[in-house]
T-cell receptor
Framework: AQSVTQLDSQVPVFEEAPVELRCNYS??????LFWYVQYPNQGLQLLLK??????LVKGINGFEAEFNKSQTSFHLRKPSVHISDTAEYFC??????????????FGPGTRLSVLP | DGGITQSPKYLFRKEGQNVTLSCEQN?????MYWYRQDPGQGLRLIYY???????QKGDIAEGYSVSREKKESFPLTVTSAQKNPTAFYLC?????????????FGEGSWLTVV
């Protein structure tokens, strides 16, 4: 079974600084990869996803992520963060081509706090 | 607009009562899910449904029940058997198209036991 690790539970960063949120997964088969953002008291919103093709994926709000198959990683980056980026970020993995409910696994989340 | 609607946003329940959380989607998705999120925690799968009239237990199904009589609707009942029901509940549906394969979420419902 696949699992998702987000090594940093909290990441504080100053406004306009770059940030990287780390995500590693374990799976012996091909996967689809996702990043979601959750603002307080709201549902999760899709930031970006990797299904196939270019390993560098661009998403909303200036975020991007790079799929690295050899390192089984899908780290999220933003070159310059804003106060409004303060939120919880979840990495998720889905087994490619599957249609079953339990093949979508979420990481524990990383709390990004942008400081003025 | 297409999306997933959860209601109510906030719900208070007395101990011993059953409550039902509503989830409706107009995205024409076959698969739907219920997750539980405790403060500062990740998501835990309660139940999921691949098609109408079929649903499967997730990791923490005890004390919960669901039904899937219509494609658009997937209500969750939190029964009195659920020992610690206070949490944030998230409903989701999945785009199973080749270019999709993505889960989309509703805005969530807060349940508090008083």
């Amino acid at each position: 079974a696949q699992s998702v690790t987000q090594l940093d539970s909290q990441v504080p960063v100053f406004e306009e600084a770059p940030v990287e949120l780390r995500c590693n997964y374990s799976s012996s088969v091909s996967v689809y990869l996702f990043w979601y953002v959750q603002y307080p008291n709201q549902g999760l919103q899709l930031l970006l996803k990797y299904l196939s093709g270019s390993t560098l994926v661009k998403g909303i709000n200036g975020f991007e992520a790079e799929f690295n198959k050899s390192q089984t990683s899908f780290h999220l980056r933003k070159p310059s963060v804003h106060i409004s980026d303060t939120a919880e970020y979840f990495c998720a993995v889905s087994v490619g081509g599957g249609n079953y409910g339990q093949n979508f696994v979420f990481g524990p989340g990383t709390r990004l706090s942008v400081l003025p | 607009d297409g999306g997933i609607t959860q209601s109510p946003k906030y719900l208070f329940r007395k101990e011993g009562q059953n409550v039902t959380l509503s989830c409706e989607q107009n995205l024409n998705h076959d698969a739907m899910y219920w997750y539980r999120q405790d403060p500062g925690q990740g998501l835990r799968l309660i139940y999921y449904s691949q098609i109408v009239n079929d649903f499967q237990k997730g990791d923490i199904a005890e004390g919960y029940s669901v039904s899937r009589e219509k494609k658009e609707s997937f209500p969750l009942t939190v029964t009195s058997a659920q020992k610690n029901p206070t949490a944030f509940y998230l409903c989701a549906s999945k785009d199973d198209s080749i270019s999709g394969n993505t889960i989309y979420f509703g805005e969530g419902s807060w349940l508090t036991v008083v």
